[in-house]
């Protein structure tokens, strides 16, 4: 039987501050032919490969700032985030926790360093994914997902091998506790070296693997070492990894949402029209209050 193969390796490209508390690397959209109609429904993967941030008293981080149409999900691997929307949902994303913001028709965001994390300051890793809505989806109330990583749900390699935190979607017989609007499976292998772990989903869903700790093979053939990213080619539906060192990997993988999109920074809606009424709400006050 076929296996899906590896279409592109992506290395971390040069990375940019987001606000003063996050250095993120780039990968959806960009030069790697990844676009948001390619990766469909990933529309922005940001990666904060292990950076170490001095202490500080202020909190770094991004103030006050709108979206609309989309879903961010925020998966902390080394720090604390601190999260407040103008919907009413908040709270800290500790070590291995996921945030799952809906923001539907339109919130006011902003997230920090946690406090006590910052005045300590240390190693700061996370991931912010984007997940578009479907133009029904769009029209939805604002609301927020918090999952512990100590509720996570998860599948456990034979043999003492690794697991699988399932975050949304469905590995083996385990589901995921994050609820989505459409099919997305978002899961964090952890695999001890020399582990192998098989995975299958429909060939036409967009699949990618982000290494974050280690390095794997694809396949038996497909080398992909720490903070690369492979994209998956729509060939076939299964695969396997097998780690070369104690490894974790982000594997994410969705069923395209197959809508025009028409995206202008912190708002992603389906016509050109919608942008400029996006505008117009946000500057209308129409999102809601949050402090800075």
């Given at each position: 039987m076929e296996a899906r193969k590896v279409e592109l390796v992506a290395s971390p490209r040069e990375p940019h501050f987001v606000g003063d508390g996050f250095r993120v690397h780039n990968f959806i959209p960009s030069g790697y032919r990844m676009d948001m109609q390619r990766m469909s429904p990933f529309i922005m993967l940001d990666y904060n490969s292990k950076y170490y941030f001095e202490p500080s008293e202020i909190p770094k981080g991004v103030g006050v700032h709108p979206h609309k149409g989309f879903e961010t999900v925020t998966i902390a691997y080394k720090g604390k985030v601190e999260h407040h929307d103008s919907s009413g949902g908040g709270g800290v994303i500790g070590e291995g926790d996921v945030q799952w913001m809906t923001a539907g028709n339109g919130v006011l965001h902003k997230e920090f360093h946690e406090s006590e994390w910052s005045k300590k300051g240390g190693i700061f890793q996370m991931v912010q994914l984007w997940v578009n809505l479907t133009a029904k989806d769009k029209k939805s109330s604002p609301k927020y997902q918090s999952i512990e990583n100590?509720?996570?749900?998860?599948?456990?390699?034979?043999?003492?091998?690794?697991?699988?935190?399932?975050?949304?979607?469905?590995?083996?017989?385990?589901?995921?506790?994050?609820?989505?609007?459409?099919?997305?499976?978002?899961?964090?292998?952890?695999?001890?070296?020399?582990?192998?772990?098989?995975?299958?989903?429909?060939?036409?869903?967009?699949?990618?693997?982000?290494?974050?700790?280690?390095?794997?093979?694809?396949?038996?053939?497909?080398?992909?070492?720490?903070?690369?990213?492979?994209?998956?080619?729509?060939?076939?539906?299964?695969?396997?990894?097998?780690?070369?060192?104690?490894?974790?990997?982000?594997?994410?993988?969705?069923?395209?949402?197959?809508?025009?999109?028409?995206?202008?920074?912190?708002?992603?809606?389906?016509?050109?029209?919608?942008?400029?009424?996006a505008f117009e709400e946000f500057n209308q006050g129409k999102f809601g209050y949050l402090a800075d």
């Open positions: 100590a509720q996570m749900k998860r599948f456990y390699l034979p043999d003492n091998q690794g697991e699988i935190e399932v975050i949304a979607g469905k590995y083996q017989d385990v589901n995921g506790s994050a609820s989505t609007f459409t099919p997305v499976h978002l899961m964090n292998a952890k695999l001890k070296k020399g582990a192998n772990a098989s995975f299958s989903f429909p060939a036409h869903y967009n699949t990618a693997l982000l290494v974050i700790e280690g390095s794997i093979t694809v396949n038996s053939s497909e080398s992909v070492p720490t903070d690369h990213l492979a994209l998956m080619s729509n060939n076939a539906d299964d695969f396997t990894i097998q780690a070369t060192e104690d490894t974790i990997v982000l594997v994410l993988s969705g069923e395209p949402i197959n809508e025009p999109i028409a995206a202008h920074g912190p708002f992603v809606m389906n016509t050109r029209q919608e942008l400029i009424q």
